[in-house]
């Protein structure tokens, strides 16, 4: 443990914190190994005020002769300053900070040292396994079998060990296939529509080259995907263009005379650094502190934050509508399959799946669709939109996700078994956790690190009776149907919530939702029922 | 007046009309248009249930007759509740005489000739006068607390002889002498002197209104100052007051070279003036129109949405109305000194900013009776013109714009921010909306309390605010709570542009499509009326009408949300579906929302209207046999939406 090396002062007297909804209070700062403790000497009963240090997105100092400020611009978007007496010990807590918060060694990271008491480490880590997810689906068991063919992750390195394939196919063929597809991602099974027999796979792009190279065993792999029935889509989540250039780099598209029965269609969702360059405007819009409507409207528009939502909504109702009211098949990919791919997919299952709407049902889906899938979690959510670090992987395509879900629960505030808490919480999580489950790139690495052994799963825990409480939406109402969201643009709200979250605005909202519940329970059947009811 | 009226209507009945659905001008339905006196109405064929669509002649804004095509002649029919419809009519001539005929309904020369004075025109003359003395102004000022030793009444205006766009009654400083409000009201334009809007009785602080001064650029009235310095005087807590020009200053001071103008803080001791800044009403308009234009645009990027709504500047201003209702709100509240607030004549801005002031000072205006109250005193009794700006008649088109509707997204508005604060919800907003421009009741007929003595509207037309109160389950806001600290007191809003949103309830009333598929609200309201029939029935068995409706409207029990959530997909493909199956299938019935509205705008609230035979059926040829005969199915004159939405 090298923590102590980094920590040149650990205590400071008389610091003033300033955040949002406080006073400002004086207090004791004390750095640890993963966090800034800030305790209020005066306040008697006062919890101190924690925060993790993984949290920290940006720092900014302006020290002078006698004190210093430093001002905290964490991933949750939340800013914060503390006013530090001393010059010294100013500079010491912000290089402190600086360090301990760009510390890049998953073992060291806080959840393999958070050990609460209701947790124990020898809970199950995760809600279910491939197989389990398998066996509940009955239905799929006559046309589709679990593959262990990645069990070495030698197939696939971002795929878990077992995935769902046609149960045609065997293994042999499939590991070719995997040589024919980036990453070793083979199209695999993530929703069996049960009304119609369609499913939804997902991979990641062919690689055709700029020789339009072919592989027998990926044609017969989707071949068996719509064996007896004509037709299949093929929704690829770059441009044609895009598509067609991504040949010169070994990658590239399935073409029409090598696929028979399946056809193409490009919907260009973008990801990586336009995706968190959109973020950062966006960001700094809802800071903009000018009382120019014009301003306001024009920032929030150029940061294409919504234009961004209503594609991936709008991607994923086609996934949805092809599924759901044409019949037909569809596999989505874009180029790694572990981006756009996944935001599609889990979209749809949400629109089509009723099972997927409930507390435990989406988070099922997240640790199938995101967390087994390879998204590669790390690399995505290094930094967020204040951070001055010069960018590499980070793009924030969860929260894009969790924004489009939001988005769905507005526009169907009864169809959820869910609440917004609960997507604000893993907006928070993503980037900075007590719990092992968004640690790493992929499961392999999970493994390799033993994150499932020594740190605790978010998904378990927010499943406890009390947090499942909390999280849940008081208004629920399970219904059999899909739920088509409109992408019209005045249905699609910027997620206040999320972005506006510290800012007055949100107090009177949040006291709105309290009322709500309250009027649930006085009014209608007892809260506990429904919650009980709710994932049964 | 029926005959006149009934010779605008070239052709009373079209077979074959096909109307487009505007949202996602795939889907047509056939049927027969007929023109009434006072509706159109388009009845669909070949549906099981009946659906009609009822469009009120005074709600149409524009008709528009566009170019022939191979199916027929298409004619637009814009309507000022923003709803849109489309029918194609087979033959040019039939499309040519319908919209002559449109054209003149919808534009009559003459107040008789509008809706409210053969609305429902035979039921009992006293019980319609009585309704009309639900809101009592006289009871609004002693609410506030007035005549006290401060302020009183004043026989000023009796008989509208000092300001004919003034109402009778009116509240000066208790010095004020006759000499000081007639000079006073000579160096105002239109008479309109200074005069009280809302005392707040907290700290005795008052909110007054008048028009510009006629100070051109150098002239100057002994009695105006003096009445000023009587308002002034009647604050004991502070000895200077704000005078609030609503304008932007270079059009106040454009009006100085036409004799009119602004005071001079060195001619008025004691006053601090201020702008604020709202455009003019021709700003106004044109801005509604651009943002009309951005919100019926089908399947817009995002992007080209948020531009839109950007350079329409609809947001901008609302924003500066709400600001101006801030600033004086805190001068009030929290400095304790006087406001008087005044543009040019003092009937639009001014009612904007003196009424958002009171809905933000004050809890009462927060509630039904209270936005009530509040309308008919700084808009109805103040001489807004309501018959101008809403386009009653056929008028100068330069006189129309959205002010009232204003301040109506501005209390919206505020209500999304405070969303326990307010006892009435969207629905009751929406629903004033309509009548505004409806002229279905008599209250917003004329421009002026002189005018509408003159019309006789209280002995000739009925109520809206008794009809709203009658129907009242329908418009409280279930998160209301009376005790809840958002409700009480003054109401402290942020004004940070983010703030103000796009109010698509209203805007896209009819573009079902894009609304919340489910709403919260009409889920609590539904589980509240469940529990309350619950605890009426146990309580009696004689339930009354009214529950019986509600029954009605929720046959299908709201715990079975699925039933209304049957929604269908968007435009995902962008392409105009390129699949093959959904748009041409027969939507499911159950692909109704789950949005019900109040009864009024659902239901007939005629007793009946086939019965009602004396003046209204006569353009109906053949159309009575279509009512069907029970209430229920009937459908309402006014608007139907859910007929519509269903078609």
């Given amino acids: 443990m090298e923590f102590s090396e980094h920590i040149k002062t650990a205590n400071v007297e008389d610091v003033v914190l300033r955040r949002p909804f406080y006073q400002p209070t004086k207090g004791t700062l004390c750095v640890t190994g993963h966090h800034l403790i800030f305790s209020n000497r005066g306040g008697d009963s006062a919890r101190p005020f924690l925060l993790l240090l993984r949290n920290i997105d940006a720092i900014e100092k302006r020290p002078s002769v006698s004190s210093g400020t430093i001002t905290l611009k964490c991933k949750d978007l939340c800013v914060l300053q503390l006013d530090i007496p001393g010059m010294e010990e100013c500079l010491n807590i912000a290089s402190s900070i600086e360090s301990l918060s760009s510390l890049e060694t998953v073992s060291e990271m806080y959840p393999f040292f958070y050990r609460p008491p209701f947790l124990s480490l020898q809970d199950q880590w995760g809600l279910s396994s491939t197989e389990q997810h398998y066996a509940q689906m009955k239905e799929i068991h006559d046309g589709w079998r679990v593959s262990q063919v990645n069990r070495d992750y030698s197939v696939s390195p971002s795929y878990p060990p077992a995935v769902i394939v046609p149960h045609s196919i065997d293994d042999e063929t499939l590991v070719k296939a995997a040589r024919f597809r980036q990453g070793g991602r083979f199209p695999v099974l993530c929703y069996y529509h049960r009304e119609t027999g369609t499913v939804i796979m997902r991979s990641s792009q062919p690689l055709s080259g700029a020789n339009r190279k072919r592989c027998r065993e990926d044609e017969l792999l989707l071949q068996a995907v719509i064996d007896g029935s004509e037709l299949g889509y093929i929704i690829d989540t770059r441009s044609s263009q895009q598509a067609q250039q991504a040949r010169m780099t070994g990658g590239g598209f399935e073409s029409k005379s090598c696929y028979r029965g399946w056809k193409r269609l490009h919907r260009q969702l973008e990801k990586g650094k336009v995706l968190q360059e959109s973020l950062i405007k966006l960001v700094e819009a809802c800071g903009d502190q000018s009382h120019s409507v014009d301003r306001w409207l024009s920032k929030l528009e150029n940061s294409k934050w919504l234009s961004h939502v209503q594609t991936a909504l709008s991607t994923a109702g086609l996934v949805a509508e092809c599924v759901e009211r044409d019949g037909h098949s569809v596999l989505v990919h874009g180029s790694e399959g572990t981006d756009t791919s996944l935001l599609v997919s889990s979209l749809a299952q949400l629109i089509l799946d009723p099972d997927s709407r409930t507390l435990a049902g989406f988070l099922g889906l997240l640790e199938r669709e995101w967390v087994q899938a390879g998204h590669p979690f790390q690399q995505r959510c290094a930094h967020s939109a204040y951070s001055h670090v010069r960018l590499r992987h980070e793009a924030p395509v969860f929260v894009l996700l969790l924004d489009c879900v939001w988005q769905l629960a507005r526009q169907f505030p009864l169809a959820m078994g869910f609440s917004e808490p609960l997507l604000l919480r893993l907006a928070k999580e993503v980037y900075a956790s007590d719990y092992g489950t968004f640690l790493c790139n992929s499961d392999q690495e999970r493994c390799v690190t033993g994150v499932k052994e020594r740190t605790h799963c978010l998904f378990q825990s927010l499943l406890r009776a009390n947090e499942r409480q909390h999280y849940s939406n008081p208004l629920y109402e399970r219904t059999e149907l899909a739920i088509w969201p409109s992408i019209q643009p005045p249905s699609l709200q910027l997620w206040k919530g999320l972005f506006l979250q510290w800012t007055d605005d949100a107090l009177h909202l949040v006291e709105a939702q309290k009322v709500i519940q309250n009027l649930v329970s006085q009014c209608h059947r007892p809260l506990n029922e429904k919650v009980e009811n709710t994932d049964g | ?647």
């Fill in chain 2, 1 to 647: 007046m029926e005959t006149i009226v009934m010779e605008h209507i070239r052709l009373p009945k079209v077979e074959n009309v096909r109307l487009i659905d505007t949202v996602t001008s795939r889907r047509a339905s056939v049927g027969t248009l007929y023109l009434t006196a006072t509706h159109t109405i388009f009845v669909e064929n070949e549906t099981e249930i009946l659906t009609e669509t009822w469009v009120l002649h005074s709600l149409v804004f524009s008709v528009e007759k566009q170019a022939s095509t191979t199916t027929g002649c298409p004619l637009l029919v814009r309507c000022k509740n923003f709803q849109v419809l489309q029918f194609v009519i087979p033959q040019e001539r039939d499309c040519h005489d319908v919209h002559v005929s449109l054209l003149h309904l919808s534009r009559p020369e003459h107040y008789e000739e509008l809706y409210c004075f053969s609305y429902n025109a035979n039921s009992d003359r006293e019980d319609r006068r009585k309704a009309w003395d639900f809101i009592n102004l006289k009871a609004e000022y002693s609410r506030m607390g007035l005549p006290n030793h401060l302020w009183k009444l004043t026989p000023a205006n009796h008989h509208y002889k000092v300001s004919d766009t003034y109402p009778a009654d009116l509240y000066v400083p208790k010095s004020a002498t006759p000499p000081v409000i007639m000079g006073s009201s000579k160096f105002r334009s239109r008479g309109r002197f200074p005069t009280l809007s809302y005392y707040y009785k907290e700290n005795h602080v008052t909110i007054c209104r008048s028009s510009q001064p006629l100070s051109g650029f150098s002239a100057r009235c002994l009695e105006d100052e003096q009445m000023l310095e009587a308002i002034v005087r009647s604050n004991p807590r502070s000895d200077f007051m704000y005078v609030v020009d609503t304008r932007p200053k270079l059009n106040a001071m454009a009006n100085r070279a036409a004799g009119k103008g602004y005071e001079n803080e060195d001619n008025y001791s004691n006053i601090k003036f201020h702008f604020v800044g709202i455009e003019n009403i021709h700003v106004m308009r044109n801005s509604l129109q651009k943002m009309l234009e951005v919100s019926e645009a089908h399947f817009p990027s995002m992007s080209y949405f948020l531009e839109g709504l950007e350079s329409s500047g609809w947001l901008k201003h609302i924003k500066a109305v709400v600001d101006a209702g801030v600033f004086i709100t805190k001068a009030i509240a929290e400095e304790g000194i006087s406001v008087l607030v005044h543009c040019s004549d003092g009937w639009d801005r001014t009612a904007q900013v003196c009424s958002v002031a009171s809905v933000l000072l004050d809890p009462y205006y927060r509630t039904l009776k209270g936005l009530m109250v509040l309308i008919e005193r700084d808009w109805v009794s103040f001489g807004h013109k309501f018959s101008h700006r809403n386009n009653h008649l056929n008028g100068d088109p330069k006189e129309v714009s959205p002010v009232i509707d204003q301040f109506l997204e501005c209390v919206w508005q505020l209500s999304e921010q405070f969303p326990c604060a307010f006892e009435y919800n969207e629905r009751f907003l929406i629903t004033i909306h309509h009548h505004v421009y409806s002229c279905q009741y008599g209250n917003f007929i004329g421009n002026n309390q002189k005018e509408r003595t003159e019309l006789g509207l209280q002995e000739k037309t009925h109520s809206l605010w008794t009809y709203l109160w009658k129907n009242r389950t329908d418009y409280i806001n279930p998160l209301y709570r009376p005790d809840h600290s958002q409700t009480q007191g003054v109401l402290r809003p942020l004004t940070a542009p983010y703030c103000f949103k796009f109010w698509g309830a209203l805007y896209n009333r009819f573009d079902r499509g894009i609304h919340p598929r489910q709403s919260v609200m009409e889920y609590l309201m539904a589980i509240r009326e469940e529990t309350q029939q619950l605890e009426e029935q146990l309580a009696s068995h004689e339930m009354d009408r009214r529950a019986e409706d509600v029954e009605a409207i929720w046959a299908s029990p709201p715990s079975n949300s699925s039933v209304g959530l049957a929604n269908t997909p968007g435009d995902y493909s962008g392409l105009g579906g390129f699949l093959k199956s959904p748009y041409q299938q027969k939507e499911p019935e159950n692909s109704l929302l789950i949005l019900p509205w109040p009864q009024e705008l659902r239901k007939p609230t005629d007793p009946d209207l086939s019965t009602n035979g004396d003046d209204q059926e006569s353009g109906i040829a053949g159309l009575s046999c279509l009512s069907p005969p029970n209430e229920e199915s009937a459908k309402d004159p006014d608007s139907d939406e859910t007929a519509y939405s269903a078609a």
